[in-house]
């Protein structure tokens, strides 16, 4: 697998670089649209064709170092790959590394966050995401992406934005005062500093998860599950680098990315998004 970004070797070397990039292409639970999979892959080959100077704060982040770790592979059962991406990632975090996990399907988060939080006290997950994955357990698994935000908020308080389908089963778990629905943050100018306010409150160190149907399928249809009245964006990179700027994020993941044959747009994204967000955590 190439480098993240192409980035010079010098810069990707695993010794220097202070951030990682671990794949983990894992598609096992999904229940509609295959392929999440390929998205690691798809999303690394489609960020070879980035500009490495971020205009917005001014910074080539990658001067950093970012390595580009080999995927986590074991995955013959949930249960496994969530194991192996909580192992690999602590060793990661072992080592001061910031680590972006990079999905596959949205189950791959349970084991990224369990390494946080271990490693971490006061933290809260902010998640972005069409659906509110709180499902205790769904097709007979407690680790199926349905249930990702079951698991993690066992570990830590959660805020959940731009939710917008849901089964009604799930609404005697959500968290109090901390669910921005779409339909309403689409009425609700100042929605921003309410979730940064929310998310501040909640922990002193913030994990970001970020389901890419989060977006409008109109910009992002490559997802096993899109769901129209999504965010765009500029409501997106403005929460991160809002968030990034009065929290401190100890780490991120981008998952869910479902890629098509013809359309590569929607690869480039993920890939400009996960170098967007790391350009706001490091800037200054």
């Keep these: 697998m190439s480098n993240f970004g192409a980035i010079p070797v010098e810069f990707a070397n695993e010794k220097f670089a202070g951030v990682v990039v671990l794949p983990v292409?894992?598609?096992?639970?999904?229940?509609?649209?295959?392929?999440?999979?390929?998205g690691p892959a798809a999303?690394?080959?489609?960020?070879?064709?980035?500009?490495?100077?971020?205009?917005?704060?001014?910074?080539?982040?990658?001067?950093?170092?970012?390595?580009?770790?080999?995927?986590?592979?074991?995955?013959?059962?949930p249960e496994a790959m969530v194991a192996?991406?909580?192992?690999?990632?602590?060793d990661c975090l072992e080592r001061e590394q910031f680590v972006v996990t990079v999905g596959g399907e949205h189950s791959v988060t349970i084991g990224a966050v369990q390494a946080h939080a271990?490693?971490?006290?006061d933290l809260c997950v902010l998640q972005l995401d069409a659906h509110a994955d709180l499902r205790d357990a769904y097709e007979g698994s407690p680790f199926n992406h349905a249930c990702v935000m079951a698991r993690v908020r066992e570990l830590c308080p959660i805020v959940q934005v731009g939710i917008r389908s849901m089964d009604a089963g799930e609404r005697q778990s959500l968290p109090d005062a901390s669910v921005f629905w779409a339909h309403e943050m689409a009425e609700t100018p100042g929605w921003i500093d309410a979730v940064v306010s929310r998310v501040s409150r909640l922990g002193k160190n913030c994990y970001i998860t970020i389901d890419l149907d989060v977006f409008d399928p109109a910009l992002m249809p490559s997802t096993g599950t899109p769901e129209p009245g999504g965010l765009f964006?500029?409501?997106?990179?403005?929460?991160?680098?809002?968030?990034?700027?009065?929290?401190?994020?100890?780490?991120?993941?981008?998952?869910?990315?479902c890629p098509?044959?013809?359309?590569?747009?929607?690869?480039?994204?993920?890939?400009?998004?996960i170098y967007k967000l790391l350009s706001y955590r490091f800037e200054g």
């Design 25 to 38: 292409p894992y598609d096992e639970t999904s229940t509609w649209l295959k392929g999440a999979d390929k």
């Design 43 to 77: 999303i690394i080959a489609a960020s070879a064709n980035m500009e490495l100077y971020d205009i917005e704060t001014g910074s080539e982040v990658y001067r950093r170092g970012i390595f580009t770790a080999e995927p986590v592979t074991e995955n013959r059962t």
């Design 84 to 90: 192996a991406v909580r192992q690999r990632v602590s």
């Design 118 to 121: 271990a490693r971490h006290t």
């Design 233 to 257: 964006w500029y409501d997106v990179t403005r929460l991160l680098r809002a968030v990034s700027r009065r929290c401190r994020v100890v780490g991120f993941d981008v998952v869910e990315l």
């Design 260 to 273: 098509g044959e013809h359309d590569k747009a929607p690869d480039f994204l993920a890939a400009k998004l």
